[in-house]
């Protein structure tokens, strides 16, 4: 399993996707799904249109569904109805996820990018991530 919060979030899904076949379970916490600037308001140019896509989970998305229909990987996000920075990224990978049908978890809890929404969901969101390590 890899789960990961905010830019761990980001390195969890994108290392996962990177590697599917080695994990059963990702999950990302109010992360985002292109490398961005430290304070997550500019997307960064890594030089070249391949190694922009390589490191997109958004370029991903059309892979996906024979992928996971190979090896199922359970795949949750969650973030902040407030989170003003990965809300609105989160929500067009969920669209991109939906229309490529592949299988997914999205929610968005009240609160921000902020350690209170975690800390409130993270035993349950931890125990969903094991729960599918046991099957």
Do not use: C, M
């Not at 929404?117 to 035993?123: N, P």
């Amino acid at each position: 399993a890899l789960v990961g919060l905010s830019a761990g979030g980001y390195g969890a899904v994108i290392l996962a996707l990177h590697h599917l076949a080695a994990f059963s379970v990702v999950e990302s916490w109010s992360g985002y799904f292109h490398p961005t600037d430290p304070q997550g308001l500019h997307a960064l140019d890594l030089g070249s249109a391949q190694a922009n896509a390589n490191a997109s989970a958004h370029a991903f998305v059309k892979t996906l569904r024979s992928s996971v229909a190979r090896r199922p990987t359970y795949f949750a996000f969650y973030v902040g109805r407030g989170d003003a920075r990965f809300r609105a990224e989160n929500e067009r990978f969920a669209r991109e996820l939906g229309a490529a049908r592949v299988p997914h978890v999205f929610r968005v809890y009240a609160g921000g990018h902020e350690q209170s929404v975690w800390s409130a969901h993270a035993k349950a969101w931890l125990a969903v991530a094991v729960d599918h390590l046991a099957h």
